[in-house]
């Protein structure tokens, strides 16, 4: 609670100060002398920035490092409108007071040089590891008692040398005599910058070359930086006047350096004590307002310092141009900053989001594999990614079904799309086209496949009903094949037989009634006829047989398969116990399960080879199962399932939602295993 108050009291006190500071020296240089050379470059370019990054920095950070940049910049901003105020009214120079008045301005002047000097020795933390070092930042603020000190040993008035006014006609009427002897050395160690400067500087460097390697990598590029600075402000100070605009632009890119410096230790290294999670919600709070007033500074720099040779018209021509070519800088600086906060965050979270979205927009299935690897590569800047979904059996070797970019070599990761514990597809992951996959990103990857498990569970639901369908489609085409070839064959057997002996009986009883009416009649005649008739009714009872069996019918399943398998051309045993013997099933099952077991005899007939076969039927749990096996010679390849007689087996299964499952190798047979589902109707046999 002390901190906080502390902290806001601070901020209460400077940057009200400040403001009204820079209020003060922008209106009377921007707008009530703006006729003349301004000179708006150093209070805008060179103190608001700062300025700002300090108020800022006192808001989230409670170290010393905050004050020392708060205190500097706020004493800058003071120390020019003192400037401001002492040359637009150089009057004031006469009056009694304005000693006191001055004790203002060289105060400013050496808080702002010793908070800069004492932010730079201590940087990033505030306090140097060393003793000495400690003890030195305490010798950075003496000058800060320059003002009283030269108030009451000088007997004239001490000003800057940049104000342009010589102080020393100017009487000091609150001097001491007594004092007066001090005051040289008031003026060679307090009033000269330069020990305190040696001082700073002796620190930052000791800490930067000889502190451990922590300390020399958090002050690596501030000590840049610093160097910089300094080397700018010798070469403004001391530079002929032909290199006095050069030198001005490398003051202020070094001043405003300093600022992105200190953000750079804060992102990086935990600058001013700010802790990593509370980096990541500053950056998101004020990271855009740095951004804008840096973008600002840079756009608006050269026709501020170009003032003095521009017109209006021509310094606003020029800001729009530089706003414009500085819109890309200002976006990379942006994304540097959120990258370097947040990571890959964003790009993970528009992952989700995008992910989210094109899950709800895909019709396709086909498409929504697509969209899903496209948007994984994306979200962890794969260089490729792959989706292929499991087979039948649950094996994943199969062809990938999504692909986004260019596969090649072996996944640097991969999840399995699992669902209710059953293997939907796998997911592999190139290798990331910067750097290597974080433990999030890996983790993002899972969530992922979690999210994306139900849409690919879908399509696979998807492409199962459209396969079903094409099946099915292709089953009852085969069936009606099958009628129609059924129709053709007993007309043919109707026309080539049955029919052709009626014709032969009428013309055989249309000769015997002329052969009665000559009274050449035979009774032989007679009995030949009749033969033929029954042979006729033979025929008849034959086709009748291959369309329906009787004994199907009249003595049930079992029965019926032992009668048709009584001519088999190999020893066949059936299998049954004598409930269902006893049991009637519907004639849909029946007669399914009777052409089924014909067929898969007729097939061991035909390609087995086989020695032996049988057929087992068992009623279980609603269901008959039929087994039909044999010794033959089995097969290595799978059988297809689209024509033939398996195929015909399938599809009369099928058309009663059973299932047929045939296995085999050679040399050890097959074994047709068929599951009917049957409903109890009652036992009708017996």
């Known amino acids: 609670m002390g901190?906080?108050?502390?902290?806001?009291?601070?901020?209460?006190?400077?940057?009200?100060?400040?403001?009204?500071?820079?209020?003060?020296?922008?209106?009377?240089?921007?707008?009530?002398?703006?006729?003349?050379?301004?000179?708006?470059?150093?209070?805008?370019?060179?103190?608001?920035?700062?300025?700002?990054?300090?108020?800022?920095?006192l808001t989230v950070s409670s170290s010393r490092s905050a004050f020392f940049i708060a205190a500097a910049s706020t004493a800058m901003a003071v120390g020019s409108a003192y400037e401001t105020f002492v040359q637009r009214n150089a009057e004031v120079i006469q009056q009694q007071w304005f000693p006191l008045f001055n004790v203002i301005g060289l105060t400013a002047d050496a808080v702002s040089a010793a908070g800069f000097l004492a932010l730079f020795a201590t940087y990033p933390t505030g306090t140097p590891e060393r003793r000495w070092q400690r003890n030195?930042?305490?010798?950075l603020w003496v000058p800060v008692l320059v003002g009283p000190l030269t108030l009451l040993t000088t007997p004239h008035v001490v000003m800057q040398a940049y104000i342009g006014i010589n102080g020393e006609a100017i009487p000091n009427p609150f001097a001491v005599p007594a004092l007066e002897w001090a005051a040289p050395a008031v003026h060679y160690l307090i009033y000269q910058p330069w020990p305190s400067v040696l001082l700073g500087l002796g620190v930052l460097y000791s800490r930067a070359l000889f502190g451990d390697a922590e300390v020399r990598g958090r002050t690596r590029v501030m000590t840049w930086v610093v160097t910089a600075s300094l080397a700018s402000f010798m070469m403004w100070t001391l530079a002929p006047p032909s290199w006095g605009n050069a030198a001005a632009v490398a003051v202020f890119i070094t001043l405003m350096a300093i600022p992105l410096a200190a953000i750079h230790g804060i992102f990086r290294y935990g600058a001013f004590d700010i802790a990593p999670d509370d980096r990541g919600l500053l950056a998101a709070r004020s990271s855009s307002l740095l951004i804008t007033v840096l973008y600002a500074i840079g756009a608006a720099t050269p026709a501020v310092l170009l003032a003095d040779r521009l017109t209006v018209m021509g310094a606003i021509l020029l800001t729009a141009i530089l706003a414009i070519c500085l819109l890309p800088l200002r976006g990379w600086l942006q994304d540097w900053i959120h990258r370097t906060v947040f990571g890959d965050r964003d790009r993970q979270l528009a992952l989700l989001s995008k992910l989210g979205r094109q899950l709800d927009q895909a019709v396709d299935p086909g498409e929504l594999l697509i969209r899903l690897t496209e948007a994984v590569r994306y979200g962890l800047d794969a260089s490729w990614v792959r989706i292929g979904l499991a087979g039948p059996d649950g094996g994943l070797g199969g062809p990938p079904m999504g692909v986004a970019g260019e596969p090649g070599g072996e996944p640097v990761d991969s999840c399995v799309l699992m669902r209710g514990g059953e293997t939907l597809g796998r997911i592999d992951v190139g290798p990331r086209r910067r750097g290597d996959y974080s433990d999030a990103e890996r983790a993002l990857l899972r969530t992922v496949a979690g999210q994306a498990a139900a849409s690919v569970a879908n399509v696979r639901l998807s492409a199962q009903l459209a396969q079903q369908l094409d099946d099915l489609t292709a089953s009852r085409e085969r069936l009606l094949a099958a009628q129609d070839g059924e129709r053709k064959r007993l007309e043919r057997d109707l026309h080539d037989g049955i029919q052709q002996n009626v014709v032969a009986q009428i013309a055989g009883l249309r000769l015997a009634r002329n052969r009665l009416m000559r009274g050449e009649l035979t009774v032989g005649e007679l009995v030949s006829l009749q033969d033929q008739t029954r042979e006729t009714l033979t025929d008849l009872r034959e086709l009748a047989h291959g369309i329906h069996p009787p004994v199907l019918s009249d003595n049930g399943l079992v029965a019926a398969i032992e009668s048709s398998v009584a001519r088999f051309p190999i020893p066949l045993a059936v299998e049954a116990d004598a409930g269902l013997r006893a049991e009637r099933f519907p004639e849909e099952v029946e007669t399914t399960a009777y052409y089924v077991v014909r067929e898969a005899l007729a097939n061991t007939a035909k390609h087995a080879h086989a020695t032996g076969a049988s057929v087992g039927l068992v009623r279980q749990d609603g269901h008959l199962k039929i087994t039909i096996t044999d010794d033959g010679c089995g097969f290595d390849v799978p059988v297809p399932a689209t024509h033939g007689g398996l195929a015909n087996i399938r599809d009369r299964v099928a058309a009663l939602r059973g299932t047929v499952d045939v296995t085999g190798s050679q040399p050890s047979g097959t074994t047709v295993l068929v599951d009917l589902p049957v409903e109890r109707e009652g036992h009708r046999g017996g």
């Open 3 to 57: 901190n906080v108050l502390r902290k806001w009291g601070l901020i209460a006190t400077l940057a009200p100060i400040g403001a009204a500071a820079l209020l003060y020296v922008v209106i009377v240089r921007g707008f009530i002398d703006s006729a003349a050379d301004h000179g708006l470059g150093w209070p805008l370019l060179g103190v608001l920035p700062t300025f700002v990054f300090g108020i800022w920095l």
């Open 136 to 139: 030195a930042v305490v010798f």
